[in-house]
């Protein structure tokens, strides 16, 4: 063995895999046998972050120490009945998951808050399910509500008589309705063994980087997606976690190369942000880079027949755009949520990563993802077989039903409680199709389109077709009469713009033939998803057009190419306020450095603020060839009216 990976007494990782199993079999799998055999590994790493130039780490001893002594003040202070409800309300930290046992512990069921609904929506949740309490990091409620950085560790660790017997996860709110799923320590070892199928049939999934799996904190724990698959699924064999500190795409960047991150399950909203920063960087190197980065995909795509060699090849041609990206300890990445753009996943795994699509819901935890260590198949978009414990098929509708051991126990919506029967089939309500065994999503029922003449439209196949450089995304959805094409585009997009880009829509949505069935296109100043969103809201969106709340253009009186004035002026605003002069003094040959005399974090800050207002990609440079405002000026009309 090259390394200690830490394995305690086994040699390899599947004999490790093994012994967990079979003590899970051989005990009653409650919430206490979890914690105990998900912190038997004391002397490995759990926890790192960066606190200033320093890597804090703590070990999964250390943790379990800080929980039990936290569960002994938690106890106390709470002073509830047994299998109370209590809310857990916080951001990803170490302490939620020391405050997550802790609750257990204390005999408590935790209902973990999604922080990315309404305060009303939230609310409704601790109502719906009687909580008697919140932990919070912040937040206060309705209910008696404890700051979590109140809750001191005792000086003696608690011994737990009986552990809680449930926690509940709430839905992302997408829907009409919140639903809170209850899962017990049965449903948690069933998920288990589905891990271990992972593990036995994907070696990638397994791989650690200089002896270790980090696991990048992206997804939220209280999301059933950051539960399961980032939280549970590695505790339980003790492997690592890396604390982010925030969602800027630097500190993401750093953070994975700085901890050497191996480990990444991330929605697609992400994976598709990181892929057309990427291709806009590429872009901007110049015609003669990009088509050496074409040629390349090129020849991957074709050597992935044999995979083998187009692993090979993808690690050697594209060192350099992995070093721009993730850098070269990344094993293993999963995107899930929701559908992904086929260009994306074929972009990572072309690069030399492995980018894997999985399948999931509130309802019924994780069930599936894609295994398969062959290019094409992950390119297909599949999110694989059905797990061990969980089944799939296909109704008359062409939607997936799931049924298995791993189901919640029960479902709280609308303030109702349904128990579920686990051999009865689930209506996802996803429509899907079976391929040679795999299963691949191909969008939501409630989100069909019945066009003018009586088809079907499903947004998740129109859209990416539909996409348009230059513009900030498409979005079909509904006026409540006919199917609307939603295009998001830059507040200074000019007339001549509006004109290039409607031509190039109708011309599409010719080409697919749905000239008749999308009955307008309306463009918008607004993002498509705002706040915490990081899918496309229909529903929102579709009532927001309904209700006049979005911010519609008007291509008939935008400016000409030649009205610079608006443009101009905001970079001239915008450049004052950063040097703390007057507007005046920003002339539009002024240069940034020699005249304004701003420094290179003036500039970087100022270039910050204009990718964020136009989704501009701007050369990585101290600023030396685009230092005036008017060279400023003429890059962002060149990026807007350039095809990517």
């Known amino acids: 063995m090259e390394k200690d990976l830490g394995l305690g007494q086994f040699n390899d990782i599947d004999s490790f895999v093994e012994s967990k199993l079979k003590r899970l079999d051989e005990s009653k799998a409650g919430f206490d046998l979890l914690f105990e055999m998900m912190f038997s590994e004391r002397e490995n790493l759990m926890y790192e972050k960066s606190e200033g130039y320093r890597i804090r780490q703590t070990t999964y001893g250390e943790a379990r120490e800080d929980i039990l002594r936290l569960a002994n003040t938690l106890k106390s202070t709470l002073d509830l009945p047994f299998g109370s409800v209590v809310g857990l309300s916080m951001n990803n930290s170490l302490l939620w998951i020391e405050m997550f046992w802790a609750i257990l512990i204390s005999g408590y069921r935790p209902l973990l808050m999604n922080l990315r609904l309404s305060g009303s929506s939230l609310e409704q949740a601790l109502k719906d399910c009687g909580a008697a309490a919140v932990i919070s990091d912040g937040r206060e409620y309705s209910v008696r509500t404890v700051l979590a950085e109140s809750i001191k560790k005792a000086d003696k660790a608690y011994t737990p008589d009986v552990f809680g017997e449930e926690l509940m996860v709430m839905s992302s709110g997408t829907s009409d309705h919140i639903k809170i799923c209850a899962y017990s320590a049965e449903e948690f070892r069933y998920q288990m063994h589905d891990t271990c199928q992972i593990i036995k049939e994907c070696a990638v999934a397994k791989r650690h980087y200089d002896g270790y799996i980090k696991q990048l904190c992206f997804l939220p724990f209280y999301h059933v997606f950051g539960l399961f698959a980032m939280y549970i699924w590695f505790a339980f064999f003790s492997r690592a976690f890396v604390e982010l500190r925030d969602m800027q795409p630097q500190t993401i960047v750093n953070t994975i190369k700085r901890h050497k991150v191996t480990h990444i399950f991330a929605v697609p909203l992400f994976w598709e942000t990181v892929y057309d920063q990427a291709i806009k960087t590429i872009k901007n190197r110049g015609e003669k880079t990009y088509n050496k980065f074409l040629k390349g995909m090129k020849i991957s795509r074709k050597l992935s027949k044999t995979p083998a060699l187009g692993r090979a090849f993808s690690k ?278 020699a005249d304004l005399g701003g420094t290179s974090l003036d500039y970087f800050a100022v270039i910050a603020k204009l990718q964020e207002d136009f989704s501009v990609a701007f050369p990585q440079s101290d600023g030396k060839s685009l230092s005036t405002v008017q060279e400023l000026y003429d890059f962002i009309k060149a990026a807007q009216n350039d095809v990517y």
């Open 316 to 593: 050697k041609a594209f060192k350099e755009v992995r070093e721009n990206l993730f850098g070269e300890s990344i094993c293993f990445l999963i995107t899930g949520g929701s559908a992904i753009r086929p260009e994306v996943i074929r972009f990572f795994n072309a690069i030399g990563y492995h980018l894997a699509d999985g399948y999931g819901m509130t309802e019924i935890g994780i069930t599936s993802v894609e295994l398969s260590e062959d290019a094409r198949v992950l390119n297909s978009c599949s999110v694989g077989r059905p797990m061990t414990y969980a089944e799939y098929k296909i109704n008359d509708s062409g939607e997936l039903l799931v049924r298995g051991k791993v189901i919640a126990k029960y479902i709280i919506e609308d303030g109702k409680k349904t128990v579920t029967d686990k051999n009865e089939w689930f209506n996802t309500h996803d429509l899907a199709v079976c391929e040679n065994g795999r299963y691949r999503i191909l969008g939501r029922t409630d989100d069909l389109i019945v066009s003018a003449n009586g088809e079907n439209l499903n947004p998740n196949l129109v859209e990416p077709q539909l996409r348009i450089p230059g513009t900030n995304g498409v979005c079909l959805t509904t006026d409540g009469k006919t199917p609307v094409l939603l295009v998001s585009v830059n507040r200074y997009t000019t007339a001549q713009r509006f004109g290039t880009l409607d031509k190039e829509l109708k011309e599409k949505i010719a080409a697919l033939n749905l000239r008749g069935q999308i009955g307008r296109i309306v463009y918008i100043y607004d993002p498509l998803m705002t706040g915490d969103e990081f899918k496309l809201n229909r529903r929102r969106l579709a009532s927001d057009l309904r209700e006049g709340r979005l911010n519609v253009a008007d291509p008939s009186s935008a400016g000409s190419e030649e009205e610079q004035d608006e443009l101009m002026l905001h970079l001239r605003q915008v450049i004052a306020a950063a040097l703390d002069r007057d507007i005046s003094e920003v002339a539009p040959q002024s240069d940034f450095f």
